[in-house]
């Protein structure tokens, strides 16, 4: 019996941005795309914020665009699969749950669960995945680190046996490091209050003094982490992660 592959949490970024490689029905090889930190993902689980919804004449085909704040991608269904998108409408919140597919140059996904979430439920995905985005960004920053040390092959062989990364994912993720290099300060952030917390919070004067960041960036980002609920103050000027 054929498993079902996981439907693995991300930001939608990470799907628009991948690299979509067409399955084989023969060989019984799902279609997947590789994102920039190097993930294999076939199957998403996404919570986003509805903003477009669309149904053809027939009513054969339904549409939905959802955006999480940084990218947008739409949810397609088709026939009987319609009814999945009855009762969802622009402004609603989201859980979406399907399999990445590509069409003249679009990926997109075909909708298999998508209900209505409360709007708190996208802070936490949103921290899930910062988790895991931390996680990946070390990986990748280990094989930025490595790739002027070994010939391609003793990296190839490295990160294969370490991560479980084969060639064709450790090329995509070294064409995209700029890209990760520019990505995610927030990450840093968040990363370095972990480090420095000792249980009372972090003072944002630390951040100044341990990230050798710019003043703005950090400002920009520590905003951005407080309004989408990743950080809180419990005094001010104080921050802790939630």
Known sequence: MLKRLT??????SDVVNGKYFSGNKEEMKPSYII???????????????VIDKFLSEDENYSTITIDDGAEAIRIKTFREGINLLQGIEPGNVVLAIGKLKEYNGEIYVNGEIVRKVDANFENLRKLEILNELIKQKKVVEEIKNLQDQMSIEELEKYVEKRFGIDRETLEFIQENLKVVKEVDYKLKIVELIESLDEGSGVEISKLL??????????????????????????????LKKV
Request: charged share 20%.
């Open 7 to 12: 439907a693995k949490k991300v930001r939608i």
């Open 209 to 238: 003094e341990f990230s050798n960041l710019p003043e703005n960036l950090i400002e920009n980002a520590v905003n951005e982490l407080l309004n989408s609920g990743m950080l809180f103050e419990p005094r001010p000027g104080i």
């Open 35 to 49: 994102t920039p930190l190097g993930q294999k993902i076939s199957r998403v689980n996404l919570v986003a914020t």
